[in-house]
């Protein structure tokens, strides 16, 4: 069988490109970086790759606001080639930035249907970045295919625009997959265990597919037991939580 | 021209405007009930009412929280809403990062017609206002003059161009008598009367005068900043003649020790040593006092972006991995009417230098890992900046490379503006109430983006081995740079080559010019196609704008005249060794006379709320500690992720467990009494806390940062060379080298006829290596049941320490260092801490073992007994508050769990330790006296409050 590949998407400003490279490397894909400049002058093909992944990062420094400038570009200039790519079954995951490109960029919550934005990641209630651990709970309803058998996570936070808002109505319609919760799994704790003021303390959120799958908190940040903040003093873990949203999905295709 | 105005849907919180409330409130001005802040987006050209709404709709504004209205106006809305309305925009040259992606955002929605944009802030304030209220906002807040202004007037949103015609400068140096000498270097050149006629004797060798390029580049090269001629020159102490202070005392430890994992000191832009064989690691702290003073985010900002520049410019290059980052500042709640004249409030210098370091670091995705941050009033004219980051690059790459005659000069990354010129000698000169007025042009916002791309593509042209030498356009700007590479060969320089950000600079503005986000290669003819096309796809520009030579002289030409031919032995060679007095007198404060109280707790609430040992959390949670997923201990550690931890610790490589531990040790209370043991006792704490994360003496390199008064004035001199002597003295004994360090001296403010002087004051920080993370220890304690020990000697030293200085006392009897006890005391422990006998472990500093405890207690969430009776000391202390508030050296809190006990003792066997208490389950903590009465006892929850509470904004 030959290897799953992933292909990491760089713009200027992307940061967390190389540990989510790792990340599915860790999961057993084969992983390549490719900037923007390289899909757009089609020296690497989408098609190519059977999984895509927007990292975390800053991307045209987050100006305007926070992925709004890459958004535009994908939906202006690569729209045809990442519809091409989630039509004939490709995974797509956005973490943190990759979460606001693919919302702004209208991929999320419904893949390019042309319909108005209905959802954004607005600034944080605290009004400032904020980088910490949150608890979260996974909808066990919720068709995404990444975060297969799990019922709860431990991921850290990093950003100053993580607060989803929605238009009314689409909120009933929405996958939500993760929510932000205390450490009982009781979703209503307030901040900071939502630390930023999303609505429905909604974390993460896939489309109906289950195959597009975007997310606040940084997988990628925990895969190994060392990376967990109370390491020294808890009992380990043979993998960090965030471990298995990789692995889910590489097995995904490998089965595919 | 459109005007555009961006703001929050009513309805929606509006997290700046709630922000701007609170500080409008801090500043005493309570009748603001609502303050709202939107963006403005001038563009210039010609688009069409339809284009500038797709603009708003589908760029600028978001279409779930903001709206937007837009107009084809001639001069801005200033009455509005019934509310107060003020609107910013930066000075003209200075740059918003914004402008650029806005200008690309317009491009990619396919629009030509915007030739450019600028932007400003607008800021609503309703409620009642006096005029005077109204400009104390303004001026404590909204606009810093430096860079900013008011929008009163249609403006035009690009800088007029302006033509610069080329005419040759020439001084009429060889005419000049010493007043006219002294008058020609006052605030331009800052050099002394002997410095000036050593200038004058070279070109009347010449026979000819100098041009003003070549009078700035010899200016730049002989500047403090960067030459550091106070540590290199001559300096007289009593009897004593001291002949380059930096060699004779922190450079000749590495040269004592003869470490062969030193791989690179003192040479290059950053410190370099072995990692594991394969890699190496890089270290550097720099400050960025002065520009901070002025404009605190920019000045921070640009901090961060210039040490990470040094990392770049290491070796051949070294790959950013983690920032640490130590303030000082005056006291946040200072009065201002006790604020001089010409000064920002501490307060909101606080509050730039902080947004600065998390929006330029976190946006570089390096994480902040730890830091310090400390108050003293006379911080107030000279808050202190230091910015550390730590690279790791391939060992074969770690040495400074060397360029071959016919090598091309390319400069990379952003373009060149006015910007910061004059840096490097500002810093070299005091601040006084003028300064903001004279250093406009030294101030500069960065623009991490640009650095972002510059680090991505230099590591791609590196592995392909594109170039030879690489150097970071740092202080000096090119004249620097390509003046100290070219050292040893010559260069010419073609300065209209140069790419600008506008038009109209000189030529020895181009030359001079500080823009940040800018380095310096050396590269074979044959790779430069190849390299100039990497950067593109990097979306960074890189420009050939010279060729090394062979005749070492520094040769600029514009538009095919020499502006410049300066010979590099005279450059860098010529400048007459400095001769300065120093005198020491050790001065006497009064010794504390008051009673013991019979309860400490009171005491104890203070220390843990006085700022300096207070929870930094609200500060470092707004930098990202994870980025990299590399942090094995981070900042905050403990139950609840809040409490303080000791040193951080990466692990870079992700399929090896080796990993880089990273300290500081800063104390400048101690030098009030003397800067010898604050030195010793500040390596002694950057050592301590490398130890207590379950690292070992092994492979341990520092830094020095000196950050000083006048140094021509000669107690100040004589205290530096007392500080230097210990960091010898020390260092050696620990056998722990020096790396690379700085200096900033002239940290003095003048104003009203008094001169405030910053308390001497000297950051060591640490980098080891540790051999496996998985042995990392917290300092949090853990299990209930466990034993707690104290591993050290308490000593009657109280002098400088928190515990005095709450009861307005500073006291002579100021912590002192053993080495020789010391390093075996750390290598015993560190050998237990290696077999696992430590379940947590916390260094003693401010506020010694009372502070400890408390912390180990409510970062494990577990309450604590502590018996003072059982504590070793070194001589006979009659009074419970001094043992429990001594701030001796080489002491840390070590929690063992019982059945290591006996274990843990046969290995500390020989040096001091007791078993002082345990750790309990009932969330108490309690300490009892040297006569074994009880003279403390809190819930571990008011403690933590205590200690979190002060900096909760």
Known sequence: MARVKTLILRAPGTNCDEETAFAFEQAGSQVELAHIKELLGHQKLLSSYQIMAIPGGFTYGDDISAGKVLANEIRLKLREDIQGFIDSGGLVLGICNGFQVLVKAGILPRPADGSPQQLTLAGNDSGVFECRWVYLRVNQKSPCIFTKGMTSMYLPVAHGEGKVVAEPGILEELNVVLYYADETGNVQAGYPYNPNGSVDNIAGICDASGRIFALMPHPERFTRWTQHPRWTREPPQKYGDGFHIFRNAVEWVENA | MFRIEVSVKPGFPDPRGEALQRDIRDLGITTVKQARVSDIYLLEGKPDEEEVGRICRELLADPLVEEYSYGEVSSPRIEDRNAHVIEVAYNPGVMDPVEESV????????????????????????????????????????????????????????????????????????????????????????????????????????????????????????????????????????????????????????????????????????????????????????????????????????????????????????????????????????????LPEGVLHPRRIFKGVRAGVADYANRLGIPTLNGAILFDERYVGNPLVFCGTVGLLPKELSQIGQQQPGDLVVLVGGRTGRDGIHGVTFASGELTRESEAISTSSVQIGNPITEKKLIDALLKARDRGLYRRITDCGGGGLSSA????????????????????????????????????????????????????????EDVEATVIGEFTNNRHLQLFYQGNLVSDLDMEFLHNGLPQLRREAIWERPQHSEPDFPEPHDLGDDLFGILGSPNVCSKESVIRQYDHEVQGASILKPLVGIENDGPGDAAIVKPIPDSNKGVIVSNGINPKYGDIDPYWMAASAIDEALR??????????????????????????????????????????????????????????????????????????????????????????????????????????????????????????????????????????????????????????????????????????????????????????????????????????RFLVEVAPEDRHEFESMMAGVDFAAIGRVKDDERFEVYGITGERVLSASIAELKEAWERPLRW
Not at chain 2, 511 to 529: F, I, K
């Open chain 2, 103 to 338: 200008e690309k955002g317009i491009g990619d929605l396919g629009i030509k017609t915007v030739e450019s944009v600028k932007t400003a802030e607008r800021y609503y304030l309703w409620g009642e206002l006096p005029g005077s209220a109204l400009k104390f906002i303004c001026d404590k807040l909204l606009v810093n003059s430096v860079i900013q202004h008011m929008v009163t007037k249609r403006e035009g949103v690009s800088l007029p161009a302006t033509v610069y015609e080329f005419s040759l400068e020439v001084i009429d140096l060889l005419g000049m008598d010493s007043d006219e000498l002294v008058e020609l270097s006052k605030d331009r050149l800052w050099l002394d009367l002997n410095e000036m006629k050593e200038i004058q004797n070279y070109f009347s060798r010449l026979g000819r005068n100098p041009t003003d390029v070549e009078l700035e580049t010899i200016a730049q090269t002989w500047s403090e900043h960067c030459i550091h001629k106070t540590f290199k020159g001559k300096i007289k102490l009593g009897e004593v003649v001291i002949d380059n202070l930096l060699k004779s005392t922190i450079m000749k430890v590495t040269e004592e020790l003869g470490k062969p994992w030193c791989l690179s000191v003192f040479v290059d832009n950053a410190g370099v040593i072995d990692f594991d064989g394969r890699y190496a690691l890089c270290f550097k702290v720099e400050t960025h006092n002065h520009p901070s003073a002025v404009e605190p985010y920019g000045g921070a900002s640009t901090g961060i972006g210039g040490v990470i520049r040094d990392i770049l410019g290491a070796g051949l290059g070294g790959k950013p991995i983690m920032n640490t980052d130590v303030f000082c500042f005056g006291p946040p709640d200072l009065p201002y009417d006790r």
């Open chain 2, 482 to 537: 390509v003046g100290e590479m070219a050292r040893e060969t010559g260069v010419c320089v073609y300065l209209d080559l140069v790419p600008l950000k506008y038009s109209g600079l000189t030529y020895t503005e181009i030359w001079l010019s500080e823009s940040q986000e800018r380095m310096v290669l050396a590269a074979p003819r044959g790779s430069v196609d190849e390299l100039v096309s990497l950067f593109a796809g």
């Open chain 2, 689 to 890: 806390q490398v130890i207590a994360v379950g690292g070992d003496l092994g492979r341990v390199a520092l830094l020095d940062n000196f950050c000083w008064g006048n140094p021509d004035k000669p107690d100040r001199l004589g205290a530096l060379v007392r500080a230097a002597e210990a960091c010898h003295d020390i260092a050696i004994s620990y056998e722990t080298p020096f790396i690379s360090g700085k200096d900033s001296l002239y940290n003095e403010y003048e104003a009203e006829g008094k001169t405030i002087c910053i308390p001497h004051t000297l950051l060591i920080s640490a980098l080891a290596v540790m051999e496996d993370v998985n042995r990392a220890v917290s300092m949090d304690s853990k299990r209930e049941g466990d034993l707690l020990y104290i591993v050290g000697t308490t000593w009657n030293e109280l002098g400088g320490s928190h515990y005095y200085g709450i009861h307005g006392f500073i006291g002579n009897n100021v912590p002192k260092v053993d080495p020789r006890r010391g390093r075996e005391l750390m290598d015993r422990l560190s050998r237990a801490m290696g077999k696992g006998l430590v379940r947590a472990c916390h260094d003693l500093s401010e506020g010694g073992i009372g502070v400890a405890a408390a912390e180990m207690a409510f970062a494990g969430g577990l309450g604590m007994v502590i018996d003072l009776e059982r504590v070793p000391l070194g001589e006979p202390i009659n009074r419970s508050d001094f043992v429990l508030f001594s701030e001796s050296n080489t």
